[in-house]
């Protein structure tokens, strides 16, 4: 067996676990999504009904 060139050295203390940064990822990523979701409300509550049924049957005639 060959003898190891290099010795093991510690982390830094800068760089994090990969946990802390999966769960901020999905942390704002939640927070995207409520946020969407709440100015979709507002903007329903707003302009009423009409106006989004309007949208989507105008995006989906678009498609086809």
Do not use: D, K, N
């Not at 290099?6 to 990969?18: E, G, H, L």
């Not at 329903?44 to 989507?56: D, K, L, P, R, S």
Request: some cysteine; aromatic content about 10%.
């Amino acid at each position: 067996m060959a003898p190891q060139l290099t010795t093991p050295q510690q982390m830094s203390s800068s760089i994090q676990p990969p946990r802390r940064i999966s769960q901020a990822i999905v942390t704002a990523g939640v927070i995207v999504g409520v946020a969407a979701v709440l100015a979709a409300l507002v903007l329903w509550f707003h302009y009423g009904t009409a106006v989004f049924f309007e949208t989507i049957a105008a995006g989906i005639s678009a498609c086809f």
